[in-house]
């Protein structure tokens, strides 16, 4: 998937809400559900108040395998 890739390719560790959601093919109210009900296959991670969802967690679900060398 192309916004995965080019992702990793700046050093990005973390997808905005409504990016991840676009990958995995979902509402970002469903991501932000799971974040606050703590349930789903992905946790968010805060910053400055924020939801980040990391990149590879994102791609593993989305069934990206990881870049080599992590």
């Known amino acids: ?7 990793r390719s700046m050093g990005k560790h973390v997808f905005s809400t409504s990016e991840a959601a676009a990958i995995l093919g979902r509402k970002p109210q469903t991501l ?7 349930t789903g296959p992905l946790r968010p991670v805060r910053i400055g108040g924020r939801l980040g969802w ?7 679900l989305a ?3 990881p870049k080599d060398g992590g």
């Not at 998937?1 to 992702?7: D, G, W």
């Not at 932000?32 to 703590?38: D, H, I, L, N, T």
């Open 1 to 7: 998937m192309k916004l995965i890739e080019a992702a």
């Open 32 to 38: 932000r559900k799971w974040a606050s009900k703590q």
């Open 54 to 60: 990391p990149v590879e967690a994102v791609a593993a």
């Open 63 to 65: 069934g990206q395998a």
